[in-house]
């Protein structure tokens, strides 16, 4: 079945850092590709997408790119803020189940003045 | 526009009794899902219900149902309360149509089974 597998947390970076969240993922076909922010307390926040291979997907200054060959979308960011800090998901959706969002297991983001 | 609305936003039951959920779609949106986030398992497809109809299932027992209604708001329910029900429950919404495949989510129920 449809997995995606997430870097462990939490990671912890200094303000202006450069960040990298890798995320890797195992489908069928040509799924969209997703990244989505929660912030304490709340729901998710769409952050970015891609929908087919080589797409970059950008959003508030965060990257990430469609890679068939290496089935990965890492997410990244040239200098994090301590706004930035929250718990990271890496998502997919196969076409043909346009529903059902199967989700990585998250990344804490912690960065610090 | 408004983002998806769900109440409420806690609730606290007791095993055996059972609860309701409300989620109201953005407007425009005629397909909404429903998650489960727990700390052991992460984010679960619950169900998604589009045009009244559900249109998909995850892995949970028939204790878990939904229901949409024609302005598209929808409900979910669980009977017989779990210890392990506690959770926060995500609802999401999405326009339907074709490489229209992003979910837009509300702020989630939580919901403490004691």
């Known amino acids: 079945g449809d997995s995606v597998t997430q870097m462990e947390g939490p990671v912890t970076l200094s303000e202006e850092a450069f960040l990298t969240i890798n995320c890797t993922y195992t489908a069928t076909g040509y799924p969209s590709l997703f990244w989505y922010v929660q912030y304490p307390g709340e729901g998710l926040q769409l952050l970015l997408k891609?929908?087919?291979?080589?797409d970059k997907g950008s959003n508030k200054g965060f990257e990430a790119t469609y890679r068939k060959e290496t089935t990965s979308f890492h997410l990244e960011k040239g200098s994090v803020q301590v706004s930035d800090s929250a718990v990271y998901f890496c998502a997919l959706i196969r076409t043909g189940t346009a529903s059902k969002l199967t989700f990585g297991t998250g990344t804490r983001l912690q960065v610090t003045l | 526009k408004a983002g998806v609305t769900q109440t409420p936003r806690y609730l606290i039951k007791t095993r055996g009794q059972q609860v309701t959920l409300s989620c109201s779609p953005i407007s425009g949106h005629r397909s909404v899902s429903w998650y489960q986030q727990t700390p052991g398992q992460g984010l679960q497809f619950l169900f998604e219900y589009f045009s009244e109809t559900q249109r998909n299932k995850g892995n949970f027992p028939g204790r878990f149902s939904g229901r949409q209604f024609s302005n598209s708001r929808s409900e979910m329910n669980v009977s017989t309360l779990e210890l392990g029900d506690s959770a926060l429950y995500l609802c999401a919404s999405r326009v339907d149509g074709i490489n229209k495949f992003e979910q837009y989510f509300g702020p989630g129920t939580r919901l403490t089974v004691t």
């Open positions: 891609a929908t087919k291979a080589d």
